[in-house]
C-alpha cells in the first residue's frame, strides 16, 4: 500500500523554526527522489525543496534558499524539512511526494502525502 504520511507541521512566530518529516513505505520510499511542495490558501502548489534517493542532490526554490534544508534518512524511509526563519509568507500547507528523479515540476511527482499545515504568525 502507497503511503506518505507528514508531521510536524504548527504554528509558530516569524522567525522561529520547525521541522517537518514526511514517512512512506518502502515501497515507495526506496530509490525514489523526494520532493517538498506547499499549497497557500487561494494559491497554486509551488515547488519547495528536492532529494534525490542518494541525498546527493538538492534543489531549493529560491524563496527557501539558505533557510530550508531537506535531508533524508533512508533507514527510516523518513524525508525531512528543517525550516528557519520563518516568515508568515512560509504559511501554507506543506505536502511530501516521490518522484523518480529531483525535479521542480508537479507532473513528476506521483504519490503525494495529506499535508500538514504550517502558519507563520507576524
Known amino acids: 500500500q502507497v503511503q506518505l504520511v507528514e508531521s510536524g507541521g504548527g504554528l509558530m512566530q516569524a522567525g522561529g523554526s520547525l521541522r517537518l518529516s514526511c514517512t512512506a513505505s518502502?515501497?515507495?520510499?526506496?530509490?525514489?527522489?523526494m520532493g517538498w511542495f506547499r499549497q497557500a490558501p487561494g494559491k497554486e502548489r509551488e515547488f519547495v525543496a528536492a532529494?534525490?534517493?542518494?541525498?546527493?542532490?538538492?534543489e531549493y526554490t529560491y524563496s527557501v534558499k539558505g533557510r530550508f534544508a531537506i535531508s533524508r534518512d533512508n533507514a527510516k524511509n523518513t524525508v525531512y524539512l528543517q525550516m528557519n526563519s520563518l516568515k508568515p509568507e512560509d504559511t501554507a500547507v506543506y505536502s511530501c511526494?516521490?518522484?523518480?528523479?529531483?525535479?521542480?515540476?508537479?507532473?513528476?511527482?506521483?504519490?503525494w502525502g495529506q499535508g500538514t499545515q504550517v502558519t507563520v504568525s507576524s
Open positions: 532529494i534525490s534517493w542518494s541525498g546527493g542532490i538538492k
Open positions: 518502502p515501497r515507495t520510499f526506496t530509490n525514489y527522489a
Open positions: 511526494a516521490t518522484a523518480r528523479a529531483t525535479s521542480r515540476y508537479i507532473n513528476d511527482y506521483n504519490y
